[in-house]
């Protein structure tokens, strides 16, 4: 008989029992290389690189699930699920506020409250544009100059 194998609770390519490995190889290395090289790394490897690759597709995997978990009594995944996963490790919590503060004053600051809203008029926008010709941005047409006579004005 063979021997047995010890059961780590891991499958063959080192994922959680029960949970799908989805492998997105290079998906981050074309980003990874310059982040590392503004960190130290003279010219990192690609052996290098593609282990951060696998680090980081884990990481986004374990923080994905942990959110999933505490969502399971809505059934919907949301920012605060995300907050929550990530409540025991500050630095990374205060960046997730930092990035929504940001998100927000942007929509602000472009006179829409509603993240969604917005995006549903850059779509709109988008479709228009491409519609009267190709992405060209339509000027609107200039005034006319106001005349002497009595002129009634039809408009658009």
Do not use: W
């Amino acid at each position: 008989m063979p021997p047995k194998e010890k059961d780590d609770g891991k499958d063959k390519d080192g994922a959680a029992k029960g949970t799908r490995r989805i492998l997105k190889k290079g998906l981050f290395a074309k980003d990874l290389g310059p982040m590392m090289y503004g960190f130290g790394d003279d010219h990192p490897s690609a052996d290098t690189v593609t282990m951060m690759e696998e680090l980081l597709i884990d990481h986004i995997t374990e923080v994905c699930g942990q959110a999933q978990r505490v969502s399971t009594n809505r059934g919907k995944i949301k920012v605060d699920d995300f907050k929550f996963a990530l409540r025991k490790d500050p630095k990374k919590l205060a960046r997730v506020d930092e990035l929504l503060f940001m998100a927000e004053d942007i929509a602000r600051a472009r006179g829409k409250d509603d993240l969604t809203q917005f995006a549903e008029e850059e779509a709109e926008l988008a479709k228009k544009n491409a519609l009267a010709g190709g992405g060209a941005v339509v000027a609107a047409p200039e005034p006319a100059a106001p005349s002497k006579g009595k002129s009634k004005s039809k408009k658009a």
